[in-house]
């Protein structure tokens, strides 16, 4: 499918374009005395949407800021990347992390969210107020600064304008987002857990739950994420020992966490789970997958993960005679993945069609990067390889082939694979990086620990 060219912030006028429930949804919204706000939905699906928001700098530099603005529908925010978001009410308050609050004169910030909405209205923000000062989209303020500016003159020497890596992170995009959406937790209220059996319990619990991890939880087997379950890693979270399982259920989220010496898999998805997002995880040294997708599982997407010092990465789709379940099912997402000298399975895929493997970046992988078997359709599409001798390729040990389509990958020191065959349409909307740019993009990006949750 065609992807859709990256959006352009705009900086003078405020333009609405609100599109049909469950399409696409962009807006272009004023800032303030000295900014600009551009704040776009990127997705929008049953109970959840997914908002980007870049602000545009026209103003004196900035060492910090904190963006406002409010909901006129119920919207709610539940997790961010890029910023620090709080929300009080209507009233929603999104601040800097520590290596993006210096803003440069003519220069941007972006981050984004996920959010949830009623269903029949989601209402984009009118107003934006930065550092306490109403936005307009000039230098021109409509109210004095609730903090005097500073009487230091500005500087002769401009100040640098190649900030520490910024990260087009785009929030949840994929398969993921298809079947109803996956919001995880919603809003519902977090957990701190620090303990095996804390854990445990909270991932076992029914009822929608946010739950936080806390410092290393050393702990055995395979815990089960019952639905409707988000489950973030907080600063240096650390599973070692065992792995999570999602048997049956739906709508879960895990992200920013690291995993390591798992005794079976570090993530197991299985018995037809649906609406998965795995997303900004480290994964090394475990025994079996990292994330393994299997048994009728459907809408997923794997994404921002970083795999390193392991052999068996990301199998879809456990055994060659398993099509009764499997067929129609196995749409995954793989992208913006980090495959770190993972050996092989990045991924190995049966039956599903189409599975999509895009903007991942593939580094000396030993064995292979993807392999479609057992008549699977999978996308290869803008990833980055180097120095990986076998790509992608068709069929796998006693698997037969699959089909594979392969366009816009680039090369370092690596051949193009084998193809061949046809792969069904993408459905959803996602916007494709340039691959020349993948490795700078993937290797500044990936992993836990790159994200504020």
């Known amino acids: 499918m065609r992807t859709p060219r990256r959006r352009t912030t705009l900086i003078a006028a ?88 210096s803003v440069p004169t003519g220069g941007s910030v972006s981050f984004g969210f996920n959010g949830t909405w009623n269903n029949s209205s989601n209402p984009v923000p009118t107003s934006f107020t930065v550092n306490g000062v109403t936005c307009t989209g000039s230098t021109a303020p409509t109210n004095a600064p609730t903090t005097p500016p ?79 379950k988000t489950v973030l890693g907080n600063a240096g979270a650390t599973i070692v020992g065992c792995g999570f399982t999602v048997n049956g259920d739906r709508n879960v989220i895990i992200r920013n966490l690291t995993f390591r010496n798992w005794s079976d898999d570090a993530i197991n998805v299985e018995s037809s789970a ?93 064995g292979y990067g993807v392999a479609s078997t057992m008549s699977a359709g999978v996308l290869v599409e803008g990833n980055y390889f180097e120095n990986v001798k076998d790509t992608y390729h068709l069929g796998e040990a006693d698997s037969g082939p699959g089909s594979l389509v392969a366009r816009n990958n680039h090369f370092v020191n690596s051949p193009a694979g084998q193809t061949g065959g046809s792969v069904a349409g993408i459905p959803y909307q996602y916007t494709l990086d340039s691959a020349s740019s993948v490795k700078s993009i993937v290797t500044a990006g990936a992993g836990a620990g790159r994200i504020s949750v």
């Open 14 to 101: 405020t333009t609405v374009a609100l599109l049909a429930t469950g399409t696409l949804t962009a807006v272009a919204a004023h800032a303030a005395p000295g900014c600009a706000v551009s704040y776009t939905v990127g997705g929008q699906w049953q109970g959840g949407f997914t908002g980007n928001i870049t602000i545009s700098n026209l103003g004196d530099p900035l060492s910090g800021w904190s963006l406002r603005w409010s909901y006129s529908a119920g919207q709610t925010v539940s997790d961010a990347w890029n910023a620090t978001v709080a929300q009080s009410g209507s009233t929603v308050t999104a601040t800097n992390v520590g290596y993006n609050g």
């Open 274 to 366: 649906t609406n998965i997002w795995i997303d900004h995880n480290t994964f090394s040294i475990g025994y079996d997958g990292t994330v393994d997708i299997k048994r009728g599982s459907d809408f997923v997407t794997v994404s921002w993960n970083r795999v390193y010092s392991h052999d068996k990465t990301m199998l879809l789709g456990h055994s060659d005679d398993n099509g009764s379940q499997d067929i129609g099912h196995l749409r995954v997402t793989y992208h913006h993945n980090w495959y770190d000298g993972s050996k092989q399975r990045n991924p190995r895929v049966r039956f599903g069609n189409p599975v999509h493997v895009y903007n991942n970046y593939y580094y000396n992988n030993a």
């Open 150 to 228: 500073s009487a230091t003159p500005p500087p002769t020497t401009p100040p640098a304008t190649t900030p520490p890596p910024s990260v087009p992170q785009t929030g949840l995009v994929g398969w993921a987002t298809q079947n109803g959406g996956t919001t995880g937790g919603g809003s519902a209220g977090a957990t701190t857990v620090s303990t095996a059996s804390a854990l445990t319990s909270a991932l076992n619990a029914t009822g929608a739950a946010v739950i936080r991890v806390s410092g290393t939880i050393n702990c055995s087997g395979m815990l089960r994420v019952r639905s409707n």
